[in-house]
């Protein structure tokens, strides 16, 4: 049986592009059957939340890296889901395996 693992989705401000990531990661979890919950937030908020995992843009990775222990995920382009499925779903069914 899999866990439900926590993603978050991260951007300076937590309204606009962390929520259209938050969407699109949602998107491609739920085509690949895995259970998840997708929490976007700001920057702060996100050092705070406890999840399995975090994507965010590439100006707030540096920052992110310094204040977190989980896996990253450095995304360009938050609307395209062929990236966040090519950055994520390694790390995350490596995540799940562990589990």
């Known amino acids: 049986m899999s ?11 937590g309204v606009g592009t962390s929520l259209i990531l ?17 929490i976007n937030a700001d920057i702060t908020t ?3 939340i406890n999840c399995d995992i975090i994507f965010t843009s590439k100006e707030l990775y540096t920052v992110l890296e ?7 995920v450095e995304i360009s382009n938050f609307m395209s889901n062929a990236e966040i499925a090519e ?5 995350i069914n490596e995540i799940l395996k562990n589990a």
Do not use: H
């Not at 866990?3 to 401000?13: E, K, N, P, S, Y």
């Open 46 to 48: 996100g050092t705070s």
């Open 3 to 13: 866990r439900r693992i926590t993603v978050l989705a991260v951007c300076g401000f």
């Open 66 to 72: 310094e204040k977190t222990t989980v896996p990253l």
């Open 87 to 91: 950055k994520g779903l390694p790390i």
């Open 22 to 38: 938050r969407m699109n990661i949602e998107k491609v979890l739920k085509e690949q059957g895995i259970d998840a919950e997708v």
